[in-house]
């Protein structure tokens, strides 16, 4: 007999773990590790130890492709010039916290969004600076503000709608900039590699929670200094029962869907 505990499924979790997850008859879960499956939506399956192999279906058997998620809430990227602006000249950002991404960081300071039906207090910044400003909300934000921007990756804000930022020490009024991000996955060429796919391919991934849901058009950025993290506003994060630091399952791309959790 053998104890399969809670640190063995982690450890193999890195690599993937099929679902449902084979446990011969003569071999046990720590509670803990019965929950650790439970709590991923993964089933266990009891099998014969002589026929174990055999009687779990092919595509159970592979490795499944599994990519954390981060939830964005709503936030600002400025260009030197607005952060003069709306905190004073020479003003520097003070970070608060590391972001997933290297180098990335929220800063201390917050601002206020004015749109034609309302505000947002307290929007996070988000540094370093940047040559272009941009405010990243979610649909929801869009009808507490009274505008309604369209589904853009970021840095594309060319015809975005704009919106007034309030500061410290003054307004700025963006012309364009204001818009909803594009869900993304982040990742690094070893992790491209590793899940075989490439720079702008887009992913179909399903979600593995209490609400089954496949985003189907999940664009892919490489870059050296990325970590493997899959990008999502609140609405969507809230629509899908995501929280940072779930994960999804990797189960195609570019319109084609070639395995998927079922149940
Ligand atoms: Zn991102």
Known sequence: MALITETQLRTQLVKGLPNPFPVKEEDKLTPAAADFLKDRGIAVMRCTSSADTLILPVNHMTERKLIPVGVSNRHVHLSPEHINALFGSGYTLTPLRELSQKG????????????????LQHVRILGPPRGVSQVEISRTDGYALGVHPPVRLSGDVQGTPGITLIGVSGAVVLQEGLILA???????????????????????????????????????????QFSLDFHIDVDEANAAFLNTGDQVQLIGRNGTITSAERG
């Open 182 to 224: 594009k869900n993304h996955v982040h990742m690094s060429p070893a992790d491209a590699q590793a899940l075989e796919v490439t720079q702008g391919d887009r992913l179909i991934v399903q979600t593995l929670g209490e609400r089954r849901l496949l985003f189907a058009d999940t664009i892919v950025r490489v870059s050296e």
């Open 104 to 119: 990335q960081f929220a800063a201390r300071e917050t601002l206020t969004l004015l749109g034609p039906k309302g505000i």
